[in-house]
Structure formats: C-alpha cells, structure tokens
C-alpha cells in the first residue's frame, strides 16, 4: 500500500461525522484522535489531548502505543492487532477507517463484518479503535457468542487456533506452525512475544 499513515490519518480527520453513525458510541474526532494518539502522539498538541481524554477511555491510546485489551479476554486479537501495526500500520490504519465508515473490513484475506449489536456498543476500559477492531475480529470466529459491551470470558476468549486462522488470513502469502497450546493465560507481553516468535514459523 503506497499511502502513508499521516495521509490516511489526515483523510480521515477532513471528512464530516457520518449521518448517522455506522458506530453509535464513537464519533469521528475521538476515533481520528486515537489513531493519531496511537501513531504520532507525540504530535498531538495540548488541547487535542485534552480532547482525546475527555471521551471515556479513549486517553487509553496516549498510555499504550499498541492494542489494548483492558481487563477483557481479548489479548489473541490484541497480539494480532499488534503484530499488523508493526507489519503493516497503513493496512492497519485503512482497515480501522473502512470498520469505522463502512462497518467493515478486509485486511489480506480476513473479512470483518461485525453485527449491529456489536456496532452499537462500547467497553468499559478500552479505546474506541480497540473495541471495533478486536472486537470484530473475536465475534467473526464466535458461533456460540455475540460480542457486545457485556459480554463475557466465554464469548471473548481465543484459542491458539483462532490466532493461527487470523495470522494465515491477514498474511495468506505466509506459512505459520502452531507451537502453542492452551496452558492458560500469561502475561499480556509474554503473549505477544509468543504470537511473534512461536506462531510466525515458517514450516
């Protein structure tokens, strides 16, 4: 992808509050804030940042420079997330915009297309970006469980075999190996530097 990030960011930032919002709970100027937050949030100026943090959860951008789960089960798609915004932050980027205006995505191969219920929610402890962005990702592999902002360990929880099927879905040119079984939870960096280093095997 030949845009950059600032470019996607700028573009994004110009165009008016969509009528009505494919995502009730956000608006455009929080979502462009936390992107920029995310990227360049040594850029912000004062009074954006004042911004940014006077919408619930959103100075959760400025704290941490990568996806963030909260208290929530959502670290698989969280490493993910992290994984493609060191890959491939434009693809990153143009997927959180075309979620945001269109409701869903395409990252490779991978196909978001989250459900209104979920569309109409927030959580409680996490950024508007990392709700519709890991959010989508959880719900697409459930077929028990909606994702919505009550939803529970069961329903947000991703085995090691979703975390292979979202790699070769988003890098569909590359080979994984799983390494990993469920052991149980650890660390939220042990848990990416697992992703990177036990997942991302050629074969």
Known sequence: MNTNKQTILERFAEKPEPSPRV????????VALEMQAR?????????EADRLRSYPYAGTTLSYPFSNQGVTELCGPAAIA???MLTDPAAYLSALVALYEE???????????????????SREGISGIDWMFLGAMREGRNVLFGVDGKAGPLALF?????????????YPHE??????????????RAHRRAIIEALRKPT
């Open 175 to 188: 080979r994984f190996v799983q390494r990993l079984s469920f052991v149980g939870w650890g660390s939220e």
């Open 39 to 47: 990227f360049y949030r040594q850029g912000l100026s004062r009074e």
């Open 23 to 30: 995502w009730e709970r956000y608006s455009r100027e929080q």
């Open 103 to 121: 409701g869903e995505c395409s990252i490779g191969d991978l196909r978001l297309h989250p459900r209104e219920e979920l569309k109409g929610s």
């Open 158 to 170: 991703s085995p090691p075999k979703d975390m292979l099927y979202w790699l070769r879905s988003i």
């Open 82 to 84: 992290y994984d493609l």
